[in-house]
């Protein structure tokens, strides 16, 4: 899940980077939070369609902190 208070655009365009270098099978969702009002599941569409990896993870990790990334 992603703050919407804390997060940065140029983070949102990094992460795009990080799901198209990782093409697959797996549908992609972006939980997003905004502290003491509301929260929100949006599903980014096939273009964004993952393979989940450890590599995947880590670099979501690095990204954005620890706990963000969850493969179901």
């Known amino acids: 899940m992603l703050n919407a208070d804390l997060v940065q655009p140029g983070q949102i365009e990094e992460l795009k980077g990080i799901l198209l270098a990782h093409k697959g099978p797996c549908s992609t969702y972006l939980h997003v ?3 003491l009002r509301t929260e929100t599941i949006i ?3 096939d273009p964004f369609s993952v393979a ?3 590599e995947l993870l880590l670099r979501i990790e690095r990204l954005f902190g620890d706990r963000v990334a969850i493969f179901r």
């Open 33 to 35: 939070k905004i502290p």
């Open 43 to 45: 599903p980014l569409g």
């Open 52 to 54: 989940p990896s450890d």
